[in-house]
């Protein structure tokens, strides 16, 4: 099994909201990573955590606070965002983080800014 | 700095009309190339990885092959179902961290 959820689906807040997207996998990986993806453009990387610890930061702004209470469950908090912030927002997993290995993605979280 | 450079941009295909897809790459030391699928509006589904030159690997229509500058990824004898943005990937370096090129995005007609 190599899925990896995300929730919600969709989420439509307003700039001054404060809203939570949730990631899980259940295949025993030890990295988790996000990305965030403009229209017909290739996926961004934001943050990555290898073993429950950040490990790299891809100098998101700090609207953006992520976290990772478990080696199964990655959340993206979002505070303050602008309309520029509305993008697909997806959750990937891998083996422990270490180079080369697969990256499984979740089905996304398409987040709407108004 | 590592460029992933992908070609065509789109692509119309005929059912059964097969084509190859284009993935070109300068990176300082590839450590591993990776083929996705996406389709609008969900994330990408993993297709393939190659490791080092000379590598091929099959999945159904879709065979993917790596020299030393760029990979393919030849579709054979494809179907409306096909229709997908393809995207390509390089992983350098110790981090975590895929470089996808901007995708070439397919479409399968009867």
């Known amino acids: 099994d190599t899925e990896v959820t995300q929730t919600p689906k969709h989420l439509v807040m307003g700039m001054t909201n404060k809203k939570s997207l949730k990631c899980e996998q259940h295949?025993?990986?030890?990295?988790m990573y996000w990305y965030k993806q403009k229209a017909k453009k290739p996926p961004e990387l934001m943050f990555v955590?290898?073993?429950?610890?950040?490990?790299i930061n891809e100098s998101v702004p700090s609207r953006f606070s992520p976290e990772c209470p478990n080696s199964s469950l990655l959340n993206l908090h979002l505070h303050a965002l602008q309309p520029e912030d509305s993008a697909l927002y997806l959750c990937?997993?891998?083996?422990?983080?270490?180079?080369?290995?697969?990256?499984?993605f979740g089905p996304g979280t398409r987040l709407l800014v108004l | 700095e590592d460029q992933v450079t992908q070609s065509p941009e789109a692509l119309r295909l005929q059912e059964g009309e097969s084509s190859s897809l284009n993935c070109s790459y300068t990176?300082?030391?590839?450590?591993?190339l990776f083929w996705y699928r996406q389709d609008p509006g969900k994330g990408p589904e993993f297709l393939f990885t190659?490791?080092?030159a000379g590598e091929e690997k099959e999945k159904e229509r879709l065979k993917a092959t790596l020299t030393k500058k760029e990979s393919f990824l030849h579709i054979t004898a494809p179907k409306p179902e096909d229709s997908a943005t393809y995207l390509c990937?390089?992983?350098?370096?110790?981090?975590?961290?895929?470089?996808f090129g901007t995708g070439t995005r397919l479409q399968v007609t009867l």
């Open positions: 990937a997993s891998s083996q422990d983080g270490t180079s080369p290995e697969t990256q499984y």
């Open positions: 190659l490791y080092s």
């Open positions: 955590y290898s073993y429950e610890k950040l490990s």
């Open positions: 295949m025993g990986h030890r990295a």
């Open positions: 990937a390089v992983h350098t370096g110790t981090a975590s961290k895929l470089t």
């Open positions: 990176v300082s030391g590839l450590r591993g």
